[in-house]
T-cell receptor, first 113, second 117 residues
Framework: AQSVSQHNHHVILSEAASLELGCNYSYGGTVNLFWYVQYPGQHLQLLLKYFSGDPLVKGIKGFEAEFIKSKFSFNLRKPSVQWSDTAEYFCAVNGPNDYKLSFGAGTTVTVRA | DAGVIQSPRHEVTEMGQEVTLRCKPISGHNSLFWYRQTMMRGLELLIYFNNNVPIDDSGMPEDRFSAKMPNASFSTLKIQPSEPRDSAVYFC??????WGWGHTEAFFGQGTRLTVV
């Protein structure tokens, strides 16, 4: 069975600080990996995704993530956050032949102006 | 495409009443998911369908919850009878699957905020 672990429950930082959110998964085969963002009061939206190829994935709004297969990790990064990045961030994973998309518990990010 | 469409956006009902939440997935998507989100429990997968067939309903909390997908363009999640602890935001999501390639990302609807008083 797949499982997704997000290390940080709540992160608070100031504008222009760098952000890194951890995500580890347990799955024995090839995986598809996703990061979603949920702004306050809104639905989940895709930030970026990894299927194959370059393990460094660029997403929207200046976010990127790196897939490290040996560490079963898919950490999300942004070099300089803005107040508008305040949101909840979810990591998700599934195997290519799995119907189920498994989400982590989410990390709440609060950016102080 | 208009995206995943859920209705209603907000529902307030009295305990004991039946509640029906509706979802129209993106055309061409063959997988559909129902999630529940609360502060206490986060995002929980309730049930998912593939080609209109329920694949796994192990996340459905109890028999008061039921879900159907009579055709590729419509799904319902029903709670009968409703209880205050069912208050949550319910999300529907859909995606497509390409053999030998995996799945696309899941696209989420705007959610239904359910309040049971």
């Amino acid at each position: 069975a797949q499982s997704v672990s997000q290390h940080n429950h709540h992160v608070i930082l100031s504008e222009a600080a760098s952000l890194e959110l951890g995500c580890n998964y347990s799955y024995g085969g090839t995986v598809n990996l996703f990061w979603y963002v949920q702004y306050p009061g809104q639905h989940l939206q895709l930030l970026l995704k990894y299927f194959s190829g370059d393990p460094l994935v660029k997403g929207i709004k200046g976010f990127e993530a790196e897939f490290i297969k040996s560490k079963f990790s898919f950490n999300l990064r942004k070099p300089s956050v803005q107040w508008s990045d305040t949101a909840e961030y979810f990591c998700a994973v599934n195997g290519p032949n799995d119907y189920k998309l498994s989400f982590g518990a989410g990390t709440t990010v609060t950016v102080r102006a | 495409d208009a995206g995943v469409i859920q209705s209603p956006r907000h529902e307030v009902t009295e305990m004991g009443q039946e509640v029906t939440l509706r979802c129209k997935p993106i055309s061409g998507h063959n997988s559909l998911f129902w999630y529940r989100q609360t502060m206490m429990r986060g995002l929980e997968l309730l049930i998912y369908f593939n080609n209109n067939v329920p694949i796994d309903d192990s996340g459905m909390p109890e028999d008061r919850f039921s879900a159907k997908m009579p055709n590729a363009s419509f799904s319902t999640l029903k709670i009968q009878p409703s209880e205050p602890r069912d208050s949550a935001v319910y999300f529907c999501a859909s995606r497509s699957r390409k053999w030998g390639w995996g799945h696309t990302e899941a696209f989420f609807g705007q959610g239904t905020r359910l309040t049971v008083v």
